[in-house]
């Protein structure tokens, strides 16, 4: 049976479904740190994080300190965190998409430091969007890196790593499920060495870093000089958020399913065709012209709408061959 106190930083549903596979192994977790209550909805009323839902649920304590940092804005907040962590007496600190920066006086307090579930083969893809930044770039695979927390950027020392394999439809929906349960299993897996004094720490390579930058929303306007096969993977990356879309006149459309079209026709290869323009709309969807190929769109929305299927789509938006998206010219 697992003995060691463990402290459990995290916030969105990717830490919640590591946090159920601590609690279901048997470990003792006192405590849990989650952002402080964001509004959220379109009532934008106070919502608890996933992370604090579960703990509520479990009867387990939680702390939301804005920062934790003690020379920062939230010192006094800082301060209690510190004596709540002291309190619990914590053999290590699980941290899994938490959102807050670890100052070093958190990473030296559990007996075995700090672990960090991080979504991403290390040192490829540190940073704050590593899943969508994978399926951007058309990496074959990603995986989970568990981490001995150091006060870098996603610079420590691995404990375990397992790649898993990026389908040729794998959204950032669909990969981040299968990586937070991976998450989960090897978070345990690595607690568990630990209290038997069996981890074994590997330093990070020198060569191959790469830097996941935070998804911003201006991303999302798709760019129809970039080919077919780039813009389907910013489709895929950027489902659920923040959705890639174009423009239809004034109109704002969400493209929510993509994929290189391939199929041999002349049609296709006349050179005069706006980037952006609808070629043709078949029973698989619509052939938009891009800086390189044919981009065939299967799923969209329309502003206030929900995603349709495009035979659906084009119920209720009637688009048509000689139609230009995004308005842009090779």
Not at 209 to 226: G, L, M, N, P, R
Not at 245 to 268: F, H, I, P, Q, R
Request: aromatic share 4%; hydrophobic share 45%.
């Amino acid at each position: 049976m697992a003995t060691l106190r463990v402290g459990f930083a995290g916030t969105p549903d990717f830490a919640r479904t590591a946090l159920d596979a601590l609690h279901a192994a048997g470990f003792d977790i006192p405590l849990v740190l989650s952002q402080p209550d964001r509004p959220a909805g379109r009532g934008m009323r106070l919502q608890a994080s996933p992370v604090k839902q579960w703990a509520l649920e479990h009867g387990i304590a939680v702390a939301q300190p804005h920062s934790l940092r003690l020379d920062g804005k939230y010192p006094e907040e800082a301060a209690a965190a510190r004596q709540t962590l002291q309190d619990a007496r914590l053999d290590v600190l699980v941290v899994a998409a938490y959102g807050l920066i670890l100052p070093q006086w958190v990473l030296d307090l559990p007996r075995l430091g700090c672990m960090n579930i991080h979504a991403s083969l290390l040192p490829r893809w540190r940073g704050a969007a590593p899943i969508h930044r994978a399926i951007e770039a058309g990496d074959a695979a990603t995986g989970v890196t568990i981490m001995q927390m150091d006060a870098g950027l996603d610079t420590g020392d691995m404990l375990l790593v397992e790649s898993l394999a990026i389908g040729p439809t794998d959204t950032t929906t669909s990969l981040h499920d299968r990586l937070a349960t991976l998450g989960g299993r090897m978070i345990v897996e690595v607690l568990e060495l630990a209290a038997c004094g069996g981890l074994h720490a590997v330093p990070q390579p020198a060569e191959g870093v790469t830097y996941a930058h935070k998804i911003e929303k201006a991303e999302s306007a798709v760019d129809w000089h970039q080919s077919a096969a780039e813009i389907a993977r910013r489709i895929r990356a950027f489902d659920p958020f923040p959705g890639a879309s174009t423009t239809l006149g004034t109109d704002t459309l969400k493209l929510w399913g993509a994929s290189e079209y391939s199929e041999n026709n002349s049609e296709l290869l006349n050179t005069d065709m706006l980037q952006g323009q609808i070629l043709f709309i078949n029973g698989a969807g619509i052939g938009v012209q891009t800086g390189q190929g044919t981009l065939l769109l299967t799923h969209l929305q329309r502003a206030g709408g929900k995603r349709l299927a495009a035979a659906e789509f084009l119920r209720g938006c009637p688009l048509a061959p000689g139609m230009v998206l995004g308005q842009t010219r090779h």
